[in-house]
């Protein structure tokens, strides 16, 4: 068996024994035995009562995070002609139609948010394969297909984040970074988690919200008394 180092095994006796810690326990917790060289990002899992192979059941949206995320954004628009120009004067970084499909398609993704405008969808479409994997596909519920390409632009860079339960019912985000504030990460965690609670979908049944889990890139998880995340 490998031997732990230092800093995980003092992780690990710091996280040992505790559960079910309110929001700014938690965040004081994760935040504080955050000690990588780099700054780490701070990681929610919600795992959700519901079976994302019934329509019905999906959860999805997307949240401004009041304070942001902490990461640079790389957005990649389809558009043509004044949207075109509209996307790259509000700050988008890659801007195509034709050229742009014929990119990705051949292997290059080098953005982490995707947006169209409706008369682009047939061009994006055929990249379903590709982007939807991804969680990169423009979607009108998220957004990501629209006419104001220059809020959706500014929306991505400004701490927008989106998010889909996975298989198994699980939804995970970075809502902030280390050296953040621990109050701006306890405003980040409850805006993410309200979100989600709104996001419930018809089709669920029994409890939604069956654990929040919180930690860092290279750090353990703690788990959040899911009640009171949820009503504060």
């Known amino acids: 068996m490998a031997k732990l180092g230092k800093r995980t095994t ?3 006796e710091a996280f040992a024994g505790k559960e079910n810690l309110s929001v700014e326990e938690a ?23 519901v079976d994302t192979r019934h329509a019905d059941q999906m959860v999805r949206g997307v949240v401004g995070l009041p304070n942001g995320t902490g990461k640079a954004m790389r957005v990649a ?17 890659i801007v195509g139609a034709e050229d742009l499909m014929e990119t990705i398609q051949g292997g290059t993704i080098d953005f982490d948010r995707c947006i169209a405008t409706p008369d682009m969808m047939p061009i994006v479409g055929r990249l379903g394969k ?20 220059k809020a959706a632009v500014e929306a991505a860079k400004g701490g927008e984040v989106q998010f889909k339960a996975e298989k198994g019912g699980v939804v995970h985000a970075g809502v902030g970074k280390a050296s953040f ?24 049944k029994g409890t939604y919200m069956k654990k929040i889990a919180l930690s860092s890139t290279m750090g353990p998880g703690v788990t959040l008394d899911v009640s009171a995340a949820v009503e504060g």
């Not at 628009?77 to 970084?93: T, Y």
């Open 130 to 149: 590709v982007l939807g994997p991804r969680n990169l596909m423009p979607n009108p519920k998220v957004g990501t297909v629209t006419m104001d390409v």
């Open 77 to 93: 628009v389809f558009a043509r002609g004044p949207k075109a120009e509209e996307a790259q004067a509000a700050g988008a970084d």
């Open 181 to 204: 504030d621990e109050a701006k990460l306890v405003e980040n965690v409850r805006a993410f988690i309200s979100a989600v609670s709104k996001a419930k979908p018809a089709g669920a």
């Open 10 to 12: 003092a992780a690990r």
């Open 27 to 49: 965040v004081a917790l994760v935040k504080g035995n955050a000690k990588a060289k780099f700054d780490e990002t701070i990681e929610i899992a919600l795992n959700l009562g």
